[in-house]
């Protein structure tokens, strides 16, 4: 009934805000700022529409609509040029406004730790670290490439989640989201959010946290790419672009359609699926 009830809120929410069309209005609250508390499934970076990129390397094979992606252009142009929402701050907090942002996009970063071979059909542990994210969550997930239109889930490789991932958040080790999952549906999937996740570029103070996802090796020999895919959103990361909702909390001053959420992606992993080196046989000597 609680899992209805969160649903139902945040459907309606979803609706009002698409029925709001691009009239975003400051203040107004929605699913995706404040992540995807109700979607516990593998997720696949396209989904993302909204949010910017940091590389252009993330949209390889786009050419300029890769640029267009790039924060400084999608988010930060608005910002510069005072639209919208942006308009409501004077033209020196818009310029400190991009800089703050900028630091929040430097100091969001996410790393995997991987073991570099691994035998057919075995369990190991791939170890996601993220820092940075605005919060009041970020979401964390792995996928196959490092490409906001073409990734797929890891799963779609062969690597097989075992178990629910663990996740540590800036206060210990933490199993709401998840759990929000029956576990009779199986809580074995790519992606989790991270919740709990205070960081302020005001006062240069960064989140960490990490997740650890037991995978196990796909059955056929070969080179696996495994790549971590990092969602987090800015604004929220300053006093500047936060704006307190009295029922959901601190929300994004470009709203729930602004350019503020980000995907950045790890750098590619490539993780050797082989037999193990057969044991040295010890000779005896005549
Ligand atoms: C309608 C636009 C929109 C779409 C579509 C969207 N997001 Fe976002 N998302 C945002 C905005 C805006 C923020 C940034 C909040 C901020 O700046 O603090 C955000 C932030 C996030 C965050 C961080 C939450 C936080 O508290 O800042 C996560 C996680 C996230 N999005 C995941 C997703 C996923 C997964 C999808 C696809 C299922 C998705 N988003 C699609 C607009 C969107």
């Excluded at 570099?116 to 792995?142: D, E, I, N, Y």
């Excluded at 960490?208 to 969602?231: C, M, N, Q, S």
Aim: with cysteine.
């Amino acid at each position: 009934m609680e899992m209805q009830g969160i649903w139902v809120r945040r459907l309606a929410i979803g609706i009002g805000v698409v029925a709001l069309g691009s009239a975003s209005i400051a203040g107004d609250a929605a699913a995706y700022p404040g992540g995807t508390p109700d979607f516990q499934t593998d997720v696949a970076p396209y989904c993302a529409a909204c949010h910017s990129s940091t590389s252009v390397e993330d949209l390889y094979g786009f050419g300029d609509r890769a640029t267009a992606e790039l924060a400084r252009n999608k988010h930060f142009g608005a910002i510069r040029a005072g639209t919208g929402p942006y308009a409501a701050l004077s033209e020196a907090n818009r310029v400190k406004l991009v800089e703050l942002l900028s630091a929040v996009d430097r100091n969001s970063t996410i790393t995997l730790e991987f073991p570099p071979s691994v035998v057919p059909g075995s369990t190991f542990q791939v170890t996601v670290k993220v820092t940075g994210g605005a919060g009041p969550s970020v979401g964390v997930g792995l996928v196959d490439r490092p490409h906001r239109f073409f990734a797929r889930p890891a799963s779609a490789l062969g690597w097989e989640v075992v178990g629910a991932p663990t996740v540590i958040g800036s206060t210990g080790p933490q199993s709401a989201w998840i759990e929000r999952l029956p576990e009779r549906e199986g809580r074995s999937i790519t992606f989790v959010n991270v919740e709990g996740v205070i960081s302020n570029a005001d006062i240069d103070k960064w989140s960490r946290a990490k997740i650890i996802f037991t995978l196990k090796a796909p059955r056929e020999v070969g080179d696996y790419p495994l790549v971590g895919a990092y969602f987090y959103g800015t604004e929220t990361g300053t006093a500047l672009s936060t704006q307190m909702h009295p029922e959901f909390g601190p929300q994004p001053l470009g709203g729930a359609l602004g350019k503020s959420g980000r995907v950045k992606f790890s750098k590619q992993a490539v993780i050797s699926v082989k037999e193990a080196d057969p044991q040295p046989v010890a000779e005896i000597q005549p």
